[in-house]
């Protein structure tokens, strides 16, 4: 029996998500297996798969095929399951009419080597050049952002996603179903399909992913005293996913080749900056919008504001603690003050709303035992 090696990545076709699924895959001699819709349609062999480069520098494998049920596509982007896949490709059998070889040494590989840098070197490169001078940087990268869709930022961020989770500890009950009703009731009638999560997490934070993937830590909900507080943290990043603070600011780390492969319609290019995100830190005018954005969204689904208010004065007088939601949102006093000013422009009966329907304390009672806010 053929030596089976496992590779993960997403699957598009019948039977999967029209987003694509995430997948484990064996590959042998023979070809790969995976479970489809039709189970005959997710076992082709090698010699009935076409094979691909794809993404920012080639660093990803596309792998399709045709089955009874229709067209099916595998997308490798993990390094490591690359490799696997190079490997196990050497050693198919020879019979690869349909294969576009990924990393084989082929008789014409310096030939398309010195074609491929001569395009990007009398076409390709001038053409960036020109446009970077023309249109500067950023206004490149604004460009390529309006013209991606909410359904491929999804896409692209789910991927990101899937190996993002796989380093964090997820945990359900009580917490984990308050954060998502509050953003549920926050995000209500966005265009994105937004999924919340807490983790099990010591550190005060929270972060947001492009397509609407947002994690509060276990670490902030202990540090927080009333769930109106967290609701102020949760419509803050919010706010970075709609208005898309986030993929900004990624496209523009990612630098000029990035943005053009964005251009040409390549979300993958930035796909390498996602274990960042964590840790990504906004810029003061982004901050500002999600501040005073959120406050309105709290305001909109009848939730108070000053529980947002609060929450960034609680910080300030925290800072010796393990709190890395400083690193990517400075609470400095300035916004404190400014949320302060927002808030008593707005009508007394918009801030003192109906209390979250929580018992905060015996939510907080059942958070890990490991952080405890002093």
Aim: glycine share 8%; proline share 3%; aromatic share 10%.
């Amino acid at each position: 029996m053929a030596e089976l090696n496992k590779i993960i990545g997403l699957a598009w076709g019948p039977g999967f998500q029209s987003t694509g699924s995430p997948v484990e895959v064996s590959i042998s001699n023979y070809g790969l297996r995976l479970t489809t819709q039709n189970d005959y349609d997710g076992t082709p062999a090698w010699s009935n798969v076409s094979v691909r480069k794809g993404g920012f520098n080639d660093s990803h494998v596309m792998i399709e095929w045709q089955g009874r049920a229709g067209s099916y596509m595998l997308t490798v982007s993990d390094q490591s399951s690359v490799a696997t896949l190079r490997v196990q490709l050497k050693t198919a059998p020879q019979n690869k009419e349909n294969i576009k070889t990924v990393g084989a040494k082929t008789q014409d590989r310096a030939t398309r080597v010195w074609s491929n840098a001569f395009i990007w070197g009398i076409f390709v490169v001038p053409m960036l050049v020109l446009g970077a001078i023309v249109w500067k940087h950023e206004r490149l990268a604004a460009w390529a952002i309006s013209h991606v869709t909410v359904v491929q930022e999804r896409k692209w961020s789910e991927q990101i996603f899937f190996f993002t989770k796989q380093h964090l500890t997820l945990v359900e009950g009580q917490s984990a179903v308050m954060v998502r009703e509050i953003g549920a009731r926050l995000s209500q009638g966005s265009a994105y399909q937004y999924e919340f999560y807490v983790a099990d997490d010591a550190s005060v934070n929270a972060f947001a992913m492009p397509g609407g993937f947002i994690v509060i830590n276990s670490g902030l909900l202990a540090l927080a005293d009333n769930a109106e507080q967290v609701a102020g943290v949760i419509a803050h990043e919010i706010q970075h996913v709609e208005k898309r603070h986030i993929l900004n600011g990624m496209v523009k780390s990612a630098g000029l080749m990035a943005t053009a492969s964005l251009v040409f319609g390549d979300l993958s290019g930035v796909a390498s900056l996602g274990s960042a995100l964590i840790k990504y830190k906004f810029s003061r005018e982004h901050e500002r919008e999600a501040d005073i954005e959120g406050l309105k969204a709290l305001v909109v689904s009848g939730i108070s504001p000053i529980g947002m208010r609060d929450f960034f004065r609680k910080m300030s007088e925290k800072e010796t603690l393990n709190v890395e939601w400083f690193s990517s949102h400075p609470a400095n006093n300035d916004r404190y003050m400014s949320l302060d000013a927002a808030i008593k422009a707005l009508l007394p009966v918009t801030v003192v709303a109906k209390p979250l329907p929580y018992d905060y304390t015996a939510i907080k009672a059942l958070l890990p035992a490991h952080f405890k806010p002093g």
